[in-house]
């Protein structure tokens, strides 16, 4: 429970959260760099071309490039623009795309120097509801951004955004609830150790067998949460100019493009927590491993196929945006409201039933 | 100071100059970022109870879902500080009065209360406890609420449906 870790403040447990956390923050920070590397890389061989192969052996350097560049450009803030809020909209969109990283289990605990320390910041027993908190706050960044640049088309992207992401919001905790019904439990961490259960070394546990659907709705709805193609509404540069960062310019962009692929990265986290068996490592018993060659190998070797799962949703990612082309925003409210959410309540119900009819 | 108290007083702080800053923004959307502050504030009282799921709801129904909407509303009016209409003295005079009973009221109600020693007992506010008390203790309460929430989304659709209807039969006419 939150409170008691709150008031129970020990020194080493302060510095070993504190070294986690820069670990959590520095390593999605790292991925998402070479996350938009491998978005190039693959829109080039989509597209038969070689994609960035100038900076580095294969371009290996260019997101530090780009980096650099977007540091190095102007700045330059709008004289009609709302100044404070202009400068807090990117800052807004990279903190919530970071806050949900503190309740995943990035791995299982591991032991140095005879203490035990968990690879998760935060073991909360809401985990799942706080992921939807910072979810819903995801908005703030690009509604603040949009409105602050005083330009009628970043507004316009902004409220198209906004309504975007409140709309699938909805389905989202839909379709979450029937994993909840049959998990009985909030807690992202209980949530993995239920799944490690299961036979073949954990992989006949793992949701994704028992709620296909679930996964399917969230999957989509996880997608139009990041803003990525086929539901990129907001930054459709055909229709908008450039959609809600039209304004911005220098890091401030860099920051609202980068938050982007953070979010990419931690909802694939998520996805492959809830239905994919977070660090479960297929075919593998990890208790009888733990005790044949340690519990740190156990663990890193966990983390590594965590982020395997990981790798494999932002290639999904990546795939799904070089091969779609755009939804129209009607027919982005049609699948929204008129599809998913009542697959989604119907996949409740049966769930639901299914339970009850087998605890009988 | 024990470091509940100095979490409480910062908090508490933190939520009441929050508070007037809504009040006193000029800017429509100033006030409600300073809002969705004070349900922050909020809820950190609630997790300092105990009431994790409280907490956690408050920030998303409030200041995820209802301030979003609000700054949906206010962003699309394009309302600005000299644009306001200026309000007659009666206008003035009646939110005085209003203002001033509600605050009659919650002085009224708290002055005799001695604080309440909740969150204590573990496990009072999580949610497992709380959806068997919604269930059992409160169940009658609970399902009223959700069919007035359902009566008024029907009723909202069906204003919106009827605006619609009434423009087509002009454009008809």
């Known amino acids: 429970m939150i409170p008691i870790h709150l008031l129970v403040i020990n020194v080493w447990f302060g510095l070993e959260k504190l070294l986690l956390i820069g670990a959590i923050i520095s390593f999605s920070l790292v991925v998402a760099m070479y996350t938009t590397f491998a978005e190039r890389k693959i829109a080039g061989f989509m597209q038969d071309r070689r994609g960035p192969n100038r900076a580095g052996p294969f371009g290996i350097l260019q997101p530090l490039a780009d980096g650099l560049k977007l540091f190095f450009k102007e700045e330059i803030i709008p004289l009609t623009s709302n100044k404070g809020l202009f400068v807090l909209g990117p800052a807004l969109a990279m903190l919530t795309a970071m806050l949900t990283s503190a309740v995943i289990p990035w791995g299982n605990q591991i032991e140095i120097a005879g203490r035990t320390v968990s690879l998760q910041v935060a073991d909360v027993n809401i985990g799942i509801l706080y992921v939807f908190g910072v979810v819903s706050l995801g908005v703030y960044g690009i509604m603040i951004g949009g409105w602050s640049s005083n330009n009628k088309f970043s507004l316009l992207a902004a409220v198209r955004g906004a309504s975007q992401i409140i709309s699938y919001e909805l389905a989202m905790g839909l379709s979450l609830i029937s994993l909840l019904l049959m998990t009985g439990s909030l807690n992202l961490k209980s949530i993995v150790e239920q799944q490690m259960q299961g036979g073949w070394g954990g992989l006949l546990g793992w949701n994704i067998l028992y709620q296909p659907l679930a996964f399917l709705i969230f999957l989509i709805c996880v997608f139009a949460e990041c803003n990525r193609t086929p539901f990129d509404l907001p930054e459709a540069e055909n229709e908008l100019n450039f959609g809600y960062h039209q304004e911005y310019s220098s890091m401030k962009l860099g920051l609202y493009l980068f938050s982007e692929y953070v979010n990419m990265f931690i909802s694939s986290a998520v996805v492959s927590t809830l239905f994919f068996g977070g660090y479960d490592i297929p075919f593998v018993d990890e208790t009888t491993l733990a005790s044949n060659i340690g519990v740190n190998l156990v663990a890193l070797l966990g983390f590594l196929t965590f982020f395997a799962k990981i790798a494999f949703f932002l290639f999904l990612f990546i795939w799904v945006r070089w091969t779609i082309p755009r939804f129209r925003y009607d027919q982005l409210m049609d699948l929204g409201w008129k599809k998913l959410i009542p697959l989604a309540l119907a996949n409740l119900l049966i769930t639901a039933v299914v339970i009850l009819a087998l605890n009988k | ?173």
């Open chain 2, 1 to 173: 100071m024990p470091i509940t108290e100095i979490i409480f007083w910062t908090l508490s702080s933190a939520a009441i100059l929050a508070a007037l800053m809504v009040i006193f923004s000029k800017n429509p959307v100033h006030s409600v970022l300073w809002l969705i502050v004070v349900f922050f504030a909020i809820s950190g009282h609630y997790v300092l109870l105990n009431a994790q799921f409280l907490a956690i709801v408050n920030m998303i129904v409030y200041a995820g879902a209802i301030m979003v909407l609000f700054l949906f509303v206010i962003m699309l009016m394009n309302m600005n500080a000299d644009q306001e209409p200026n309000k007659s003295k009666w206008m003035k005079m009646a939110g005085v009065v209003s203002g001033g009973s509600l605050m009659l009221i919650l002085v009224a109600t708290l002055k005799n209360n001695t604080a309440v020693a909740g969150g204590q007992e573990a496990g009072i506010g999580l949610i497992q406890q709380l959806g068997r008390t919604l269930f059992s203790e409160y169940v009658v309460p609970f399902e009223i609420s959700s069919v007035l929430f359902l009566s008024a989304m029907v009723g909202a659709i069906i204003l919106g449906k009827k605006e619609k209807g009434i423009i087509e039969t002009n454009v008809s006419k």
